[in-house]
């Protein structure tokens, strides 16, 4: 308690420093928009000529790389907006992601929780987190950690692909990708201070305060957002699977937390950007491998990006963007030397990229997008640590290059997207993964077919941790299928199905022979279900219901295997149910309702070799938003999370020794969010 | 034990050559253009739109020839943005005039009055100020036609759609097109707003 409440000074001391005037704006360092779905070429006809119904159809910004509205897009999209986060009352990217179909959370080691995409255990390399258009997963595992890490009241709006986008994005996006644009980047002139305080019965929640401003200057705009914030992962009990450890159980409050700093600052000029994002988020961690210990571990993952582009307007049809970018990242970083078994790790990467990005709108109805990327990956050990078994070996070198090509024709028939990426990593081998895409617009129903073939690029410690053959890219296929239709004015229904289907994926497990956790490809594994979302917008109600289902086909991987019914992975529900229901009240008042329903789960007790189970369960959260209260510039928010107190637990998708790791409680959280425009 | 770190290779440079070459090329041949704030050039494409389907009273204008005048709030950029998208150009022979304004006895004098999202503080004043005056309110903040204006920018998934009040508008002496009511996504009839 003493800990968190040191840490708290701090967070306030921020708190008061972000409320002092002073400050700057911003964009992202992805190219401009280009439109795609415009009736002419935009380049040649000026906006002021368009009609009224053109201008509603004209996107505004960079839904992938390649701008198109949602219902033509190349992939399945969902789009989380500024007000549904806000509404929702979020305190971290998880209650964001819950609401997403087929996203489920799941529980990898030393406390680190992260995602599942439609089944699949994603939290290495198989999905792609961008801020601002850049990468925050890191390069030495791939990973993600999500749990109170990146500031949500900070977002504008999240454009999530739910399938895969390697062709374009390459080898971390395998399955997914989630694209976040922040708020600073995209609102001129404005400042904002943002505070959300959290409690749980026995334990502090999540306790967290952000800024964002953002300024022009003649043609220059600053954009700078700050984030700190301090959480406890949950005031429930720990027990691990090793009942004759002194340490077998204990109180999470004050013991297992998660602390988070995040500074993104974006500067634009004509058509130079650059972009500074630190990332640091620290957890302290008793749990580590499954066998809880006596006290407290930090876990350090810091990440720096830098980059720097140039939008060169070649012609009103040519666009090009060469960039550079500079990331460094240390991850799962833990100097703690005392503990037995060890969990010391002192290892950092560091990665160049130059890329060339060149847009071409060959005519009205094609266009083109094609790039190359070349990149230099270096793995650096501590001093008592080294890559791949040899104890001299401290650095770990590779190079990627890449060329993509994309295209969009539209015609009356359907529109085409066709592409393609090769890819050629000098350590793990050559990727190929072409894909095509087929839309058609039929007014109140949208089509969508897609058929993408993608990889997954093995990080810097999966080449070195291989167990008795070098590992090779993983590479995936997958079909999916859309139909969205208009029911009326105010209520649209979609339903998508998709078949992934995942060779030699590269699997974590501990090596008996090696005596230590390695990596390998194994045979096959994959997922097959339907995702259906259904909206309805009308006067002072938005309601979006949601329904994922997946089931397993062709797994072939013992470690994600249940025993008894092969048409399910470990730890996923195989049946989601979630639902937001905002109501608009007098004096500006809004309440909102979210919920989330989960089937049940299975896990493995690897020590005991026992499968077990998590029960269904419904996560229930009231949030009322009280906007320009006192002030125009003032609003407030008072929620409810995990109303029904549901012990909901996040439990590995995959066979190893760590017990179900508790969640959150029930919560009460206040928000209070202060905007000024100038 | 202590490992010793094996001597730093100097890092190579290659890669990063072309990339020089082609931005110190690329900057001397190409005349760069600036980066067009997309969001701003649509909602002043619309502003010129909604200019076309509206209809003053007749002693709005001193003559046939007399400019259309469109008031923006502020001296944001979206000033810059809509002279350089709808600058010079006419409606019904009326030539259309940007100028930017800060009180209200400013925008009376206007036809059409934008309110960014960046003066929401003075949003409201302006709407009363302008009460019943035959001049088009066209805001950004959220609810805009709640508080009594006419017409409110609203971002749907990736696009600029608007809100129209009619009833606010008819009581300002405003005729809006029917063109201009199918496009809307929402419009706020008597009782409503």
């Given at each position: 308690?003493?800990?968190?409440?040191?840490?708290?000074?701090?967070?306030?001391?921020?708190?008061?420093?972000?409320?002092?005037?002073?400050?700057?704006?911003?964009?992202?360092?992805?190219?401009?928009?280009?439109?795609?779905?415009?009736?002419?070429?935009?380049?040649s006809?000026?906006?002021a000529?368009?009609?009224?119904?053109?201008?509603?159809?004209?996107?505004?910004?960079?839904?992938?790389?390649?701008?198109?509205?949602?219902?033509?897009?190349?992939?399945?999209v969902?789009?989380?907006?500024?007000?549904?986060?806000?509404?929702?009352?979020?305190?971290?990217l998880?209650?964001?992601?819950?609401?997403?179909?087929?996203?489920?959370?799941?529980?990898?080691?030393?406390?680190?929780?992260?995602?599942?995409i439609?089944?699949?255990?994603?939290?290495?390399?198989?999905?792609?987190?961008?801020?601002?258009?850049?990468?925050?997963?890191?390069?030495?595992?791939?990973?993600?950690?999500?749990g109170?890490?990146?500031p949500?009241?900070?977002?504008?709006?999240?454009?999530?692909?739910?399938?895969?986008?390697?062709?374009?994005?390459?080898?971390?996006?395998?399955?997914?990708?989630?694209?976040?644009?922040?708020?600073?980047?995209?609102?001129?002139?404005t400042?904002?201070?943002?505070?959300?305080?959290?409690?749980?019965?026995?334990?502090?929640?999540?306790?967290?305060?952000?800024?964002?401003?953002?300024?022009?200057?003649?043609?220059?705009?600053?954009?700078?957002?700050?984030?700190?914030?301090?959480?406890?992962?949950?005031?429930?009990?720990?027990?691990?699977?090793?009942?004759?450890?002194?340490?077998?159980?204990?109180?999470?409050?004050?013991?297992?937390?998660?602390?988070?700093?995040?500074?993104?600052?974006?500067?634009?000029?004509?058509?130079?950007?650059?972009?500074?994002?630190?990332?640091?988020?620290?957890?302290?961690d008793?749990?580590?491998?499954?066998?809880?210990?006596?006290?407290?571990?930090?876990i350090?993952?810091?990440?720096t990006?830098?980059?720097?582009?140039?939008?060169?307007?070649?012609?009103?049809?040519?666009?090009?963007?060469?960039?550079?970018?500079?990331?460094?990242?240390?991850?799962?970083?833990?100097?703690?030397?005392?503990?037995?078994?060890?969990?010391y790790?002192?290892?950092?990467?560091?990665?160049?990229?130059?890329?060339?990005?060149?847009?071409?709108?060959?005519?009205?109805?094609?266009?083109?997008l094609?790039?190359?990327?070349?990149?230099?990956?270096?793995?650096?050990?501590?001093?008592?640590?080294?890559?791949?078994?040899?104890?001299?070996?401290?650095?770990?070198?590779?190079?990627?290059f890449?060329?993509?090509?994309?295209?969009?024709?539209e015609?009356?028939?359907?529109?085409?997207?066709?592409?393609a990426?090769?890819?050629?990593?000098?350590?793990?081998?050559?990727?190929?993964?072409?894909?095509?895409?087929?839309?058609k617009?039929?007014?109140?129903?949208?089509?969508?077919?897609?058929?993408?073939?993608?990889?997954?690029?093995?990080?810097?410690?999966?080449?070195?941790?291989?167990s008795?053959?070098?590992?090779?890219?993983?590479?995936?296929?997958?079909?999916?299928v859309?139909?969205?239709?208009?029911?009326?004015?105010?209520?649209?229904?979609?339903?998508?199905?998709?078949?992934?289907?995942?060779r030699d994926?590269?699997?974590?497990?501990?090596?008996?022979?090696?005596?230590r956790?390695?990596?390998?490809?194994?045979?096959r594994?994959?997922?097959?279900?339907?995702?259906t979302?259904?909206?309805?917008?009308?006067?002072?109600?938005?309601?979006?219901?949601?329904?994922?289902?997946?089931?397993?086909?062709?797994?072939?991987?013992?470690?994600?295997?249940?025993?008894?019914?092969?048409?399910i992975?470990?730890?996923?529900?195989?049946?989601?149910l979630?639902?937001?229901?905002?109501?608009?009240l007098?004096w500006r008042?809004?309440?909102?309702?979210?919920?989330?329903?989960?089937?049940?789960?299975?896990?493995?007790?690897?020590?005991?070799?026992?499968?077990?189970?998590?029960d269904?369960?419904?996560?229930?959260?009231?949030?009322?938003?009280?906007?320009?209260?006192?002030?125009?510039?003032?609003?407030?928010?008072?929620?409810?999370?995990?109303?029904?107190?549901?012990?909901?637990?996040?439990?590995?998708?995959?066979?190893?020794?760590?017990?179900?790791?508790?969640?959150?409680?029930?919560?009460?959280?206040?928000?209070?969010?202060?905007?000024y425009?100038f | 034990?202590?490992?010793?770190?094996?001597?730093?290779?100097?890092?190579?440079?290659?890669?990063?050559?072309?990339?020089?070459?082609?931005f110190?090329?690329?900057?001397?041949?190409?005349?760069?253009?600036?980066?067009?704030?997309?969001?701003?050039?649509?909602?002043?494409?619309?502003?010129?739109?909604?200019?076309?389907?509206?209809?003053?009273?007749?002693?709005?204008?001193?003559?046939?020839?007399?400019?259309?005048?469109?008031?923006?709030?502020?001296?944001?950029?979206?000033?810059d943005?809509?002279?350089?998208?709808i600058?010079?150009?006419?409606?019904?022979?009326?030539?259309?005039?940007?100028?930017r304004?800060?009180?209200?006895?400013?925008?009376?004098?206007?036809?059409?009055?934008?309110l960014?999202?960046?003066?929401?503080?003075?949003?409201?004043?302006?709407?009363?100020?302008?009460?019943?005056?035959?001049?088009?309110?066209?805001?950004?903040?959220?609810?805009?036609?709640?508080?009594?204006?006419?017409?409110?920018?609203?971002?749907?998934?990736?696009h600029?759609?608007?809100?129209?009040?009619?009833?606010?508008?008819?009581?300002?002496?405003?005729?809006?097109?029917?063109?201009?009511?199918?496009?809307?996504?929402e419009?706020?009839?008597?009782?409503?707003?």
């Open positions: 308690m003493e800990r968190l409440g040191r840490r708290w000074l701090g967070v306030q001391a921020l708190a008061l420093l972000f409320l002092l005037p002073g400050g700057l704006p911003a964009q992202e360092t992805t190219p401009p928009p280009k439109p795609i779905e415009v009736p002419e070429d935009p380049g006809r000026p906006l000529e368009m009609s009224l119904e053109e201008l509603s159809q004209l996107p505004v910004t960079v839904a992938s790389k390649s701008a198109q509205p949602l219902h033509k897009s190349s992939g399945i969902t789009l989380i907006t500024r007000e549904e986060i806000q509404n929702s009352g979020a305190r971290d998880i209650d964001v992601l819950r609401m997403v179909p087929g996203f489920e959370f799941g529980l990898d080691v030393r406390g680190v929780t992260s995602i599942g439609r089944g699949n255990w994603a939290h290495e390399g198989k999905v792609l987190i961008l801020w601002d258009g850049q990468s925050l997963n890191e390069s030495l595992y791939s990973t993600i950690q999500l109170n890490h990146y949500v009241d900070l977002i504008e709006r999240i454009e999530i692909v739910r399938g895969p986008g390697s062709a374009v994005y390459g080898g971390m996006a395998e399955l997914g990708v989630i694209n976040i644009v922040s708020r600073a980047s995209r609102e001129a002139k400042a904002l201070a943002t505070a959300s305080f959290g409690w749980m019965a026995h334990a502090p929640g999540h306790q967290n305060v952000s800024m964002a401003i953002n300024d022009r200057f003649g043609s220059r705009s600053l954009d700078v957002s700050l984030f700190a914030g301090s959480a406890n992962r949950s005031d429930r009990t720990m027990t691990d699977f090793h009942p004759g450890n002194p340490f077998h159980s204990f109180s999470m409050a004050n013991q297992e937390t998660m602390d988070s700093f995040f500074m993104n600052v974006g500067f634009r000029q004509g058509g130079f950007a650059s972009r500074l994002i630190v990332d640091k988020y620290r957890m302290t008793r749990t580590m491998y499954g066998v809880n210990l006596g006290s407290a571990p930090r350090d993952f810091l990440t990006v830098a980059d720097l582009s140039y939008t060169l307007q070649l012609s009103p049809r040519l666009r090009l963007t060469p960039r550079l970018n500079y990331t460094r990242n240390t991850p799962w970083r833990c100097l703690d030397q005392s503990y037995r078994p060890p969990v790790l002192d290892k950092w990467a560091e990665r160049y990229l130059s890329s060339l990005t060149l847009d071409y709108r060959a005519s009205p109805r094609t266009s083109l094609s790039g190359l990327e070349f990149t230099k990956d270096t793995g650096h050990a501590g001093e008592k640590t080294f890559f791949l078994q040899d104890p001299t070996l401290k650095r770990l070198s590779y190079t990627n890449a060329v993509y090509l994309q295209g969009l024709h015609n009356t028939l359907a529109d085409l997207t066709l592409g990426r090769f890819e050629r990593n000098s350590k793990a081998g050559n990727s190929f993964v072409p894909r095509v895409v087929l839309t617009d039929l007014g109140v129903l949208h089509l969508k077919a897609l058929y993408s073939f993608a990889f997954r690029s093995p990080g810097i410690e999966n080449i070195s941790r291989y008795s053959t070098p590992i090779t890219p993983e590479k995936t296929t997958v079909a999916e859309e139909a969205a239709i208009r029911l009326t004015q105010q209520m649209s229904l979609t339903v998508n199905l998709f078949h992934i289907r995942i994926p590269i699997v974590f497990f501990f090596d008996p022979i090696l005596q956790p390695a990596y390998h490809n194994a045979s594994t994959g997922t097959r279900g339907l995702e979302e259904f909206r309805l917008k009308s006067g002072i109600v938005y309601t979006t219901l949601a329904y994922s289902y997946y089931q397993a086909h062709g797994n072939q991987v013992s470690d994600y295997v249940v025993t008894a019914n092969d048409l992975l470990l730890g996923f529900p195989q049946h989601k979630t639902g937001q229901t905002t109501v608009q007098p008042a809004s309440a909102n309702l979210t919920a989330t329903y989960l089937s049940k789960r299975y896990a493995m007790n690897s020590v005991q070799g026992i499968q077990y189970t998590e269904p369960l419904l996560l229930l959260n009231v949030f009322l938003n009280f906007r320009q209260v006192i002030s125009s510039r003032l609003s407030f928010g008072a929620g409810v999370y995990n109303l029904l107190g549901a012990k909901y637990s996040f439990i590995q998708p995959y066979r190893s020794d760590n017990a179900p790791l508790p969640g959150p409680s029930r919560e009460f959280i206040l928000k209070m969010t202060y905007q425009g | 034990m202590v490992f010793k770190a094996p001597a730093r290779r100097p890092r190579p440079l290659a890669p990063w050559l072309w990339f020089v070459a082609l110190v090329c690329g900057r001397a041949v190409v005349h760069l253009q600036e980066n067009p704030d997309r969001e701003c050039e649509i909602k002043s494409a619309y502003l010129y739109n909604f200019a076309k389907f509206v209809e003053w009273p007749a002693a709005s204008f001193a003559d046939r020839q007399a400019p259309l005048v469109i008031g923006v709030l502020g001296h944001g950029l979206f000033g943005s809509l002279e350089r998208t600058g010079g150009r006419t409606v019904r022979e009326h030539p259309v005039v940007v100028r304004i800060a009180t209200v006895e400013e925008a009376q004098k206007c036809h059409i009055v934008f960014p999202a960046t003066e929401r503080k003075s949003t409201r004043h302006f709407i009363l100020g302008l009460g019943r005056s035959p001049v088009l309110t066209v805001g950004e903040i959220t609810d805009f036609c709640r508080f009594g204006g006419d017409i409110g920018f609203v971002r749907e998934a990736d600029i759609r608007f809100e129209v009040n009619l009833a606010a508008a008819h009581a300002a002496g405003l005729t809006l097109s029917s063109q201009l009511l199918q496009v809307a996504r419009v706020l009839k008597p009782g409503q707003e």
